[in-house]
């Protein structure tokens, strides 16, 4: 099995939490939106995205994007370094 490949974009955790807030979304209602997107991902895994300990796949960028109803990967994505 290849290994998942892991993001070079400058990719922002707060800017997740605070979509996912501003929505008024539990991390177990986000996992559940990935789960129904084909993405299975633990809650647990999203908070520690949001902290910054993990950086998602590039596929569960995709899922997140979606299920956190951006407009594109951009509205993830540190402004500064973007």
Do not use: W, Y
Not at 25 to 42: I, M, P, T
Not at 53 to 58: C, D, K, L, N, Q
């Amino acid at each position: 099995m290849a290994p998942t490949p892991h993001l070079s974009l400058p990719f922002s955790g707060a800017k997740a939490r605070e979509k996912r807030q501003r929505l008024g979304l539990s991390l177990d209602k986000v996992a559940a939106r990935c789960a129904e997107l084909g993405h299975s991902v633990h809650f647990t895994n999203i908070g520690r995205i949001e902290r910054g300990e993990h950086m998602p796949s590039a596929a569960l960028l995709l899922v997140l994007a979606e299920a956190l109803k951006c407009t594109s990967i951009d509205d993830l994505l540190d402004e500064v370094a973007a």
